[in-house]
């Protein structure tokens, strides 16, 4: 059996080149993770439940639950930005360039 080696990592760049992704992938992953956790923090002030969350955003409460858990994979950026909205909030997009 081959050993495996552990890698610990700090920030999503690390993360992106551990796991071999390239530059523009790492972006979208720590974007969707930095939406993620936006909603996250406003529905515990909100104090909203994920069924609640489902009927604001027009969305199932298995979507929601997935989201509300981090697990994005099969939520779309879309959707998250629609569950901003539904809970009175807007984004602005600031872009900068890469260092």
Do not use: C, W
């Not at 969707?32 to 909100?46: C, F, G, M, Q, T």
């Not at 697990?71 to 901003?84: A, E, G, K, Q, Y």
């Amino acid at each position: 059996m081959d050993k495996v080696k552990t890698v610990r990592v700090k920030t999503v760049k690390e993360l992106a080149k551990a796991l071999g992704l390239t530059p523009a992938e790492g972006a979208e992953i720590a974007f969707r993770a930095n939406l993620n956790s936006e909603i996250i923090k406003i529905v515990k002030k909100k104090k909203i439940t994920h069924a609640q969350l489902a009927k604001l955003a027009g969305s199932s409460r298995t979507r929601m639950t997935a989201l509300l858990n981090r697990n994005i994979s099969d939520v779309s950026t879309d959707l998250m930005l629609r569950v901003l909205s539904s809970l009175g909030y807007k984004t602005k997009l600031k872009i900068i360039k890469a260092a």
